[in-house]
């Protein structure tokens, strides 16, 4: 970013000598910030929480920081001192954007002082260009904490109904956001801001594997379910490195006694400063993470960085960083015998060996880029009053302000181009004959060439590709007999990219849809970061389609922007079993049962002689040119 696009930057949040991963995170945000070229703040913490609230440790023992200390680091704010919540708001009145890192409610109204003092008011309190005042973007680590107290929900609807975006980790943190009244919240994966330095040799042995249970021992972390279940599994052995917190330490030592277990299982208390975790993962062959709830954690990444397998619950952003069978092994939430049933596979001859040999070092810069990238985009928002119609043309561009302007494009625009448009094909609900499905699957060249002949003859433009015709003839008669209010007013985001024929049509016949190109982006809800129940129609069809790996993505993301009855349409590749990306008949069952999680139900029938054509389509045996198994999946907002 050149100078004259940076932002003067506060970010608010605990860093060292404060311990643990938010502190960490906070301290690796500001220096990615500066590094993409922003003037950046470190607004900190010179007493942070009372006792009562973190009966713990909280700054690091012995005073060595877990990452770099950002060099300009404020610690002007105190627990105990509200002057200087406000003193320091004041201060932050000329800057561009202030990042609030958020953990627990209960320094909400410090937080609030602080933005009221800083002259951030209430959303409905229009910004002038004379008094602008800085944007507000919170980082919600837990939107609510693990354990909740009477009063919590109140004190964060009251705070996120006064900022103007919500950053969050994950599709639960961003719903839960929602529903306490956050008007913008973007998801994006938490990046990894990983203690302890380089890996070191590892110290082999040839006994049965050597797990290890780092961090703090809470409830929710399951240290005290992996140790139950370790007693009915001989063999393994538990390392347990980390504060004990409150009655759940006191029954991980009483766990620790257990006849089963006491020749088994260490348990070293105290936190486990950064210099002592390259050792400690050395030392070990299995890292667990057994929790029994979760938001978003980089300890598998940290796991893998040091070259271990992960035993991991499926909660969280665990199951998006395990593989599981591959690189560790993921089992359902307080699941003991799940649990027992994973432990002994560990302790068969070879297998920790196996996952070990899978696992990959996590990627440490790209996940940032685009971290940063979105704080950009939610900080670029318009800070003015909003502009009229006519004002389209002067919405600045540039990166920065990508969003913004699509964002605008679609609530100020669409309704213009649509009443000033006149189509240049008529085309009604009876013009597209019943052989043209919602939902289908492609498993016959023949098909693709009879698209594109009905394409050709109801005048639609143009297209060469035969089977990009046929996933935009479905997805196009789909919009016409589903959402189509005879105005062609309904708002369509495609996401398929320029081949594919789809927004040529639309707009032929009337509709006015918004392309966008996906460039590293997993769907235009987080690039547009458009709001809840905004949108019509999403599109992601061939050859810019959907696969196996973001097929859930795309159903999580459009089950917030959708309208109900709104539709997604994607296509899917159809292969056999072990082909990269594709899916088989019952993956497709499978996609089907999570869709109704995500509020769905499916426009059309797979039942009968489709599913036949699926198993044709993905049968290597009976045809030649993979491009002919494609599925479009066509699923209507509940």
């Known amino acids: 970013m050149s100078p004259s696009a940076a932002l003067k930057v506060a970010v608010v ?30 607004v900190s913490w010179s007493h942070l929480y009372p006792s009562k609230l973190y009966p713990g440790e909280q700054a690091v023992p012995g005073g060595a920081p877990d990452v770099e200390p950002f060099p300009r680091t404020v610690r002007a704010l105190s627990w105990a001192r ?51 005042g800085p944007r507000t973007v919170v980082i919600a680590h837990n939107v609510l904490p693990h354990e909740t107290h009477p009063g919590d929900r109140e004190l964060m609807r009251q705070f996120l109904e006064r900022v103007d975006s919500v950053l969050v980790h994950s599709d639960a943190q961003a719903r839960l956001a929602y529903e306490l009244g956050a008007p913008r919240v973007s998801v994006t994966d938490l990046p990894p801001h990983l203690p302890g330095g ?78 002592r975790l390259a050792p400690l993962f050395a030392s070990h ?26 035993l991991a619950s499926d909660v969280g952003t665990f199951g998006g960083q395990v593989r599981d069978g591959v690189d560790g092994i993921l089992v359902p939430p307080g699941d003991k015998a799940a649990l027992v049933a994973a432990l002994q596979r560990l302790a068969e001859p070879g297998v920790a060996d196996q996952l070990r040999a899978q696992v990959r070092p996590p990627d440490l810069s790209g996940p940032w880029a685009r971290y940063v990238g979105t704080i950009e985009a939610l900080a670029a928002v318009e800070t003015a009053t909003e502009p009229d119609d006519d004002d389209v043309a002067d919405v600045p561009t540039g990166a920065a302000a990508v969003a913004g302007h699509l964002r605008h494009r679609i609530s100020n625009t669409v309704r213009a181009v649509v009443a000033a448009s006149r189509p240049e094909v008529e085309l009604s609900r009876g013009d597209l004959p019943d052989w043209v499905r919602a939902s289908d699957v492609l498993a016959d060249g023949q098909d693709a060439d009879d698209a594109k002949a009905l394409a050709r003859s109801l005048g639609l433009p143009r297209c060469s590709d035969g089977i990009a015709a046929w996933a935009a003839l479905g997805a196009l008669a789909a919009i016409v007999r589903v959402r189509d209010d005879g105005r062609r007013s309904a708002v369509i985001v495609d996401e398929s ?24 982006h997993r769907s235009s809800v987080e690039v547009l970061d458009v709001d809840t129940a905004s949108l019509d129609v999403i599109v992601r069809l061939h050859p810019g389609g959907c696969d196996a790996d973001d097929i859930d993505e795309a159903m999580s993301q459009a089950s917030w922007a959708l309208k109900s009855g709104g539709l997604l349409c994607v296509t899917l590749p159809i292969g056999h079993p072990g082909a990269e990306g594709a899916l088989g008949p019952a993956d497709v069952r499978a996609v089907l049962a999570r869709s109704h999680d995500f509020g769905f139900v499916l426009v059309g029938d797979l039942d009968g002689d489709i599913t036949g054509r699926m198993r044709s389509a993905s049968d290597t045996s009976t045809r030649t040119d993979a491009a002919y198994g494609l599925l479009r999946l066509t699923l209507r907002r509940r």
């Open 13 to 42: 949040g605990p860093t060292h000598p404060y311990k643990g991963g938010v502190a960490a995170h906070t301290t690796s945000l500001a220096h990615e910030l500066a590094e993409a070229g922003h003037d950046v703040t470190l």
């Open 82 to 132: 509200p002057d200087t919540w406000v003193r320091t708001g004041r201060r932050l009145r000329g800057f561009d954007v202030v990042v609030v890192v958020h953990v627990i409610p209960a320094v909400v109204p410090a937080h609030l002082a602080l933005l009221r003092a800083a002259g951030v008011g209430r959303r409905s309190v229009q910004r002038t260009t004379r008094h602008p």
């Open 198 to 275: 380089a890996p070191v040799d590892r110290v082999e042995h040839d006994g049965p594997p050597r797990l290890l249970a780092i961090g703090m021992v809470r409830d929710y972390k399951g240290v005290d379910l992996l140790m139950e279940a370790l007693a009915d599994v001989p063999g393994p052995t538990l390392t347990v490195a980390g504060e004990m917190w409150g009655s759940s330490g006191e029954r991980v030592k009483e766990l620790a006694q257990d006849p089963r277990l006491r020749d088994r299982v260490e348990v070293h208390g105290g936190y486990v400063p950064a210099d």
């Open 285 to 310: 062959d299995v890292l667990t993470l057994t929790y029994r709830s979760a938001t978003a954690s980089q300890n598998a990444l940290l796991g893998q960085q040091h070259g271990l397998p992960v």
């Open 497 to 520: 990219g320029s081949r594919s024929p789809l927004s040529r049509w639309a707009r032929a016949i009337g509709f006015a849809p918004v392309e966008l190109e996906l460039t590293g």
